[in-house]
């Protein structure tokens, strides 16, 4: 078919039309799409691709009839080949997106390369507006304003909440999908000052504040004398001898460093600062002076 005299309207071409259509749609068929390559001849050795190009070729000139162009776009025909490909990147950007939650894609990925492109004709002013309102659709912060990274993260931690995580249950430590999200979270809320409103807004959005911050776990209530007799006398009845000065003892997945307070009613008693009632408790746990750094347990 010679492209540069194609006319629709010539009766040759008219005769050729069906064969075209029929060839296409069995391309269709079998692949799924009409990204048809300029060379591809068919099973019957039709040569689609030349008549592929002469349609496009035809209707860029304004010579295709709307009946002709009816019946290709019904066929999913791609009259450009340039715009074709950046949708199916977009597609595949709301395929990650249903994935993970966010466009945050690493640059390292076809998707995440394909983004940060995108991005950077975006800060130059050379995307077109028709496209970057389509990425805004798809997600408003697809400019990941505070960093890839940030949002990355972000995202990760809002997810993990979305799907009924406990806040409380937050720490230093917690790792989602490999990533230190607690350290993460450590720092923005150490940081907040530091972060510029939009973050602010997200982070409260989870309920993420210095004010709320649900890695700063509340005070733990300071144990009464009495609690730390029976702390010494479970050493005793464990160990069978007094504790050292670094010792301590793990009672219901707490560390009580039990040597470290028995110097300190040692000290005070030996300068008479020990109240009597706290002697006489202490004092029973021990043969002799209870005083004396090898004083023998009244259960032996």
Avoid at 96 to 105: C, D, E, I, K, Q
Avoid at 120 to 140: E, G, I, S
Avoid at 149 to 159: P, S
């Amino acid at each position: 078919m010679d492209l540069a005299s194609f006319d629709p309207r010539d009766p040759a071409v008219s005769r050729s039309r069906r064969l075209g259509l029929a060839a296409a749609q069995s391309y269709r068929d079998q692949y799924g799409h009409l990204d048809v390559p300029a060379d591809y001849t068919d099973p019957t050795g039709y040569t689609l691709g030349t008549f592929i190009a002469a349609m496009r070729d035809a209707a860029k000139a304004g010579r295709l009839e709307a009946d002709w162009i009816a019946e290709l776009d019904a066929l999913g025909m791609i009259w450009d080949k340039h715009d074709a490909a950046w949708r199916a990147r977009l597609a595949a950007a709301a395929d990650y997106l249903r994935t993970h939650g966010h466009l945050a894609a690493p640059a390292t990925t076809p998707v995440g390369a394909w983004l940060a492109e995108q991005r950077h004709l975006d800060a130059k002013d050379k995307l077109d507006p028709a496209r970057a309102d389509a990425l805004t659709v798809l997600a408003a912060d697809w400019r990941v304003p505070h960093g890839a990274d940030w949002h990355r993260k972000y995202h990760l931690l809002r997810r993990h909440l979305a799907e009924g995580a406990d806040p409380a249950a937050l720490s230093r430590d917690t790792l989602l999908a490999g990533v230190k999200i607690g350290s993460w979270l450590h720092r923005q809320l150490t940081t907040w000052r530091a972060l510029q409103p939009g973050q602010q807004q997200l982070m409260g959005a989870l309920g993420m504040t210095p004010e709320s911050n649900p890695l700063t776990r509340a005070r733990r209530a300071r144990r009464t004398f009495e609690q730390n007799v029976q702390f010494l006398e479970l050493f005793l009845h464990r160990e069978g001898r007094a504790p050292a000065a670094r010792e301590e003892i793990r009672v219901d997945g707490d560390t009580v460093r039990i040597g470290a307070w028995l110097a300190k009613p040692r000290s005070k008693h030996r300068t008479g600062q020990f109240p009597d009632e706290h002697v006489r408790l202490v004092a029973a746990l021990f043969d002799g002076d209870w005083t004396a750094e090898d004083a023998v347990p009244a259960i032996l």
